[in-house]
Nanobody, 115 residues
């Protein structure tokens, strides 16, 4: 059974930082592309960051150097370090694992940034 479990969300003031983690099980983590997505109320889900199995990274345009995605294949975990958070970053953040055409999603973790 595949499980992606996000953690690390919470309430933070504008300008603050959070580190999200996504622990995966039931998949061969090292061959999966891993991604973070977010969805704010009334908005579509959008890409935050992706790290491929070869550790290439790409980010949504809004990130502007504030976030860093990384992975630890030994721990089957992907991370998202978020700095200089803004109220506009408030959303539910989801982890996704992708191998070829198969995708798995976590349940999400809430990030709330107060002004």
């Amino acid at each position: 059974q595949v499980q992606l479990v996000e953690s690390g969300g919470g309430l933070v003031q504008a300008g603050g930082s959070l580190r999200l983690s996504c622990a995966a099980s039931g998949i061969i983590f090292s061959i999966c592309d891993m991604g973070w997505y977010r969805q704010a109320p009334g908005k579509q889900r959008e890409l935050v960051a992706v790290i491929t199995s070869g550790e290439r990274t790409m980010y949504g345009d809004f990130v502007k150097g504030r976030f860093i995605i990384s992975r630890d294949n030994a721990k089957n975990t992907v991370y998202l370090q978020m700095d200089s958070l803004e109220p506009e970053d408030t959303a539910v953040y989801y982890c996704k694992a992708k191998f070829r055409s198969t995708e798995y999603w976590g349940q999400g973790t809430q990030v709330t940034v107060s002004s």
